[in-house]
């Protein structure tokens, strides 16, 4: 029976820190093709670091920055991935964080045509231009002309 326990315990702990995230903390001279050769052993999955850590400019991560490095199997899944809902689902999941939202419904307010009840930008957003004529700015002679 004890070493039922301990076989179980082993499955778990091995299965468990087979999918937890490593941490590399970028030195001089780290580049991401010579991290996923050493993390993956595939060179060619540094974009699954890079979409994981939302890299701006792979080219220039600045020294000290602490990236998370998935699996190699997360690595190949990311990489794999080409609808970029999914991968960002994907993304998060790994992460464990919640999936990205799609659509918020918070900024979706009407214009009513009351100022007092909209923001300056939504009032913007849904001015309505009702001048037919504008004066042309290349124009010389300060004629206007129909837009």
């Not at 179980?8 to 970028?26: D, E, G, K």
């Not at 010579?34 to 993390?39: I, L, Q, R, S």
């Not at 850590?53 to 794999?80: E, F, R, W, Y």
Request: hydrophobic share 35%; charged share 30%.
């Amino acid at each position: 029976m004890k070493k039922l326990v301990v076989a179980f315990l082993l499955m778990v702990s091995f299965n468990s820190s087979a999918f937890a995230l490593s941490q590399h903390t970028i030195k001089q001279g780290d580049i991401l093709w010579n991290m996923a050769k050493t993390y993956f052993g595939d060179p060619t999955l540094w974009p699954a670091i890079s979409d994981l850590n939302s890299v701006p400019n792979p080219n220039s991560i600045p020294i000290g920055t602490v990236l998370l490095i998935p699996s190699a199997s997360q690595a190949k899944q990311i990489v794999a991935e080409t609808d970029s809902k999914k991968k960002a689902e994907l993304i998060a999941s790994i992460k464990g964080e919640p999936a990205p939202e799609e659509n918020k419904e918070e900024n979706k307010e009407e214009y009513n045509g009351d100022p007092e009840n909209v923001t300056f930008e939504k009032r913007v957003l849904y001015k309505k231009i009702d001048r037919k004529k504008i004066k042309s700015a290349s124009s010389d002679t300060g004629k206007e002309e129909e837009i």
